[in-house]
């Protein structure tokens, strides 16, 4: 399994979903978590969470400030996940891309 650092000068950001950093599958109704972690920059990270159906991208959750966001999934097909991270200074970056078949 390879990890993905993404970087912004001194900020990276890598993101697990149900604890991988890369795909799997879960049943339709299951729990998705995203776990992200902030690396460098200024700390005060806040953070926006967006899924990818296939067809758009949704902001599941903006500017929050948990590093941890638990969702139900309760339509079956693929979904790909990102977050974007924000530093105390303004300095913006995106975590590596995971994704989740969902039966």
Do not use: C, F, H, P
């Not at 950093?21 to 990270?45: C, H």
Request: hydrophobic fraction near 30%; charge should be negative; aromatic fraction near 8%.
């Amino acid at each position: 399994m390879s990890i993905t650092v993404q970087d912004s000068g001194d900020l990276a950001a890598v993101l697990k979903v149900n604890g991988l950093t890369d795909t799997s599958s879960i049943s339709a109704g299951d729990t998705v978590k995203l776990t992200v972690k902030g690396i460098g920059g200024s700390e005060d990270y806040t953070y926006t969470y967006k899924a990818y159906n296939g067809s758009k991208w949704t902001t599941l959750a903006k500017n929050q400030s948990d590093a941890t966001y638990s969702y139900t999934v309760k339509t079956a097909g693929s979904y790909r996940y990102v977050v974007v991270v924000t530093d105390g200074n303004g300095d913006v970056v995106e975590t590596n891309k995971v994704d989740l078949t969902v039966e």
